[in-house]
């Protein structure tokens, strides 16, 4: 039950006599539509109210040859009343190396946590938890490279280290402004049961030479800074700690029929920037479940809070926000995904924290992978 699945699909290649592949002018090509209504303003939110496109991707993935494959991902979204497009995914990676060695370089999400590394689109709730929204910009995506190692033992366990760039957290100076380590270790309980355990380091080189400037952060990123994309993170500190928990339950296996999931993280970020002091710490965590009852129909709860400090020059204002969000989703299929949610939000320090209903609408055309576990 408890599965690894690749981030897509390596299939059998037909080669030429010069080496080429036959699929090589073929790629997999995928657009996911993701569109909403949402009543009210929320506080950290990246969805603002009315009518909105949320996070539409065009993907084009393909075997190379023998020894990699690609992926390309760009992204479609709405902002203060524009569009924007993003390069979200544009990177190679290997393919069949010794030892379960596997390397990626290029543009790509960091795989620190346990909801970073998974596409937008894979949710179960119409937004992130709150904590990603303001530590990682709801998802953190960069330019660099991974080594990823899965050791053999009897049960999942990988290893793995990223260096970026950075500056889709926070500009710098750094030519490496960001490396991470994480690991995972999984595995079967029963034929029913299966559970992971992850644990994520991210250090954050550009975060205390970073301008410490106010503003207000109820769309989750600093006033007067470009985190590359309009929804970068806007708490961000020099080291940030992860450590996040799944545990799934299907009667006999079977995740088609029936499917208890639960899962929780806790975030930690501290040296928040040159004036802060030992407890200037930012930290949030949520606790989720989502019970899939019947094949098309889940139904799901979350609870989260976030503790933020807000830098405004050489001192920090004190938010928080506790979240609570509702849910229930209808699948036609594995393509398509209508969702009803209610938040209900209570904080200080945030404006326009306030309760909200959303509609939600995710359609995928074309090439659909599996998505991780």
């Given at each position: 039950m408890f599965k690894r699945f690749a981030p897509f699909a390596i299939l059998p290649l037909a080669m030429t006599a010069g080496g080429a592949t036959a699929?090589?002018?073929?790629?997999?090509?995928?657009?996911?539509?993701?569109?909403?209504?949402?009543?009210?303003?929320?506080?950290?939110?990246?969805?603002?109210?009315?009518?909105?496109?949320?996070?539409?991707?065009?993907?084009?993935?393909?075997?190379?040859?023998?020894?990699?494959?690609?992926?390309?991902?760009?992204?479609?979204?709405?902002?203060?009343?524009?569009?924007?497009?993003?390069?979200?995914?544009?990177?190679?990676?290997?393919?069949?190396?010794?030892?379960?060695?596997?390397?990626?370089?290029?543009?790509?999400?960091?795989?620190v946590g346990y909801l970073n590394g998974r596409h937008m689109h894979e949710d179960d709730f119409v937004e992130r938890p709150a904590a990603y929204r303001a530590m990682l910009g709801s998802h953190y995506y960069d330019t660099g490279a991974r080594l990823n190692v899965l050791l053999p033992t009897p049960f999942f366990w990988q290893l793995g280290a990223e260096a970026f760039a950075g500056d889709q957290l926070t500009e710098g100076?750094?030519?490496?402004?960001?490396?991470?380590?994480?690991?995972?270790?999984g595995g079967d309980i029963s034929l029913s049961q299966s559970w992971q355990l992850g644990l994520s380091w991210l250090r954050n080189r550009h975060a205390k030479s970073a301008d410490t400037g106010g503003g207000s952060h109820d769309h989750g990123h600093e006033e007067g800074h470009d985190h590359g994309h309009s929804h970068g993170a806007g708490y961000t500190g020099e080291n940030l700690y992860i450590a996040d928990l799944v545990w799934k339950w299907s009667p006999n296996g079977n995740n088609?029929?029936?499917?208890?999931?639960?899962?929780?993280?806790?975030?930690?970020?501290?040296?928040?920037?040159?004036?802060?002091?030992?407890?200037?710490?930012?930290?949030?965590?949520?606790?989720?479940?989502?019970?899939?009852?019947?094949?098309?129909?889940?139904?799901?709860?979350?609870?989260?809070?976030?503790?933020?400090?807000?830098?405004?020059g050489d001192h920090f204002h004190n938010q928080t926000l506790k979240e609570t969000d509702v849910m229930l989703s209808w699948s036609r299929s594995h393509f398509s995904t209508v969702r009803l949610q209610y938040t209900h939000q209570d904080a200080t320090g945030f404006s326009n924290a306030d309760n909200t209903v959303m509609v939600q609408y995710v359609m995928s055309l074309g090439a659909h992978g599996a998505h991780g576990y």
């Open positions: 699929n090589e002018l073929n790629p997999d090509v995928s657009v996911t539509l993701d569109g909403y209504y949402k009543q009210n303003e929320t506080a950290l939110s990246h969805r603002e109210q009315g009518f909105g496109l949320g996070h539409t991707e065009l993907s084009l993935s393909s075997p190379i040859d023998d020894l990699f494959s690609g992926r390309l991902t760009a992204v479609f979204e709405e902002h203060d009343g524009e569009s924007e497009v993003l390069i979200e995914e544009a990177y190679l990676q290997t393919n069949g190396l010794p030892y379960a060695l596997n390397v990626r370089a290029g543009r790509f999400l960091s795989q100076d750094e030519d490496i402004g960001v490396y991470t380590v994480n690991t995972r270790l088609r029929e029936q499917q208890l999931t639960v899962s929780g993280e806790y975030l930690y970020a501290d040296e928040l920037n040159q004036f802060a002091a030992s407890d200037d710490t930012n930290e949030g965590w949520y606790v989720s479940g989502v019970y899939q009852f019947a094949p098309q129909w889940s139904a799901g709860v979350r609870y989260g809070e976030v503790d933020l400090q807000e830098a405004h």
